[in-house]
């Protein structure tokens, strides 16, 4: 059997729900059934019993009140509903110990669920010296480097120190907080990967790499296939 992989949704302004097919398609590839639910808060332990994995996809900034800070003048857009939702979900998942895959606000959120900080607008608040960390560049052509961290399960499954990734942020990770550990940083310091030392799979990545697997881009397709592989044993 297939793993059930939960890909969380987002709401676009008409409030319909919405979820970028890349999410799903490659989900697909790495071999997990992905399955499609509303943002809302219903029977969120029922739902992750049946569930195998969760992939917490990308979106609107995280709502700084979550992390204990007033909004910043260049915060964009916050979904607190989507917020609490996704946080809910987490926890959940992370109690029973059951795979979770974040990616960019999905990765984010995993460090604000554990009491971590985010930089609301890094332009504003770091230096600004910052590399450019919003391509305009089409999303499958990896932009800048990152510097990925050894003895940690990123630099296994990478096989090098040095990897590109795309980018599409204008916020970054800011104090880490345990369980969690950086597993990769951009040339300019910018934190781009967190996994979990206490949890069986528990990773999150800044930048896009359901972007990146239709191209064959070695370190997305084992992501892919890590978390698809965390989540069978789960069955
Ligand atoms: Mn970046």
Redesign the pocket.
Known sequence: MKPVIRVTSDLDQNGDTLVQTRYIQAVRQAGGVPVILPVGLEAIEEVCDRLDGLLLIGGEDLDPYLYGEEPHRQLGKVLPERDHSELALFKTMADQDKPVFGICRGYQLMNVAFGGTIYQDMYAQLSEDLLQ?YQLTDLDYAF?SIDIVGDSRLAEWAGTSEVR?N?L?HQAVKEVKAPLVVTAV?KDG?I?ALESTAHRFMVGV??HPEAMVKQKDALSLKLFKKFIEAASENR
């Open positions: 960390h800048h990734v980018s942020h951009a910018v781009e800044q930048w």
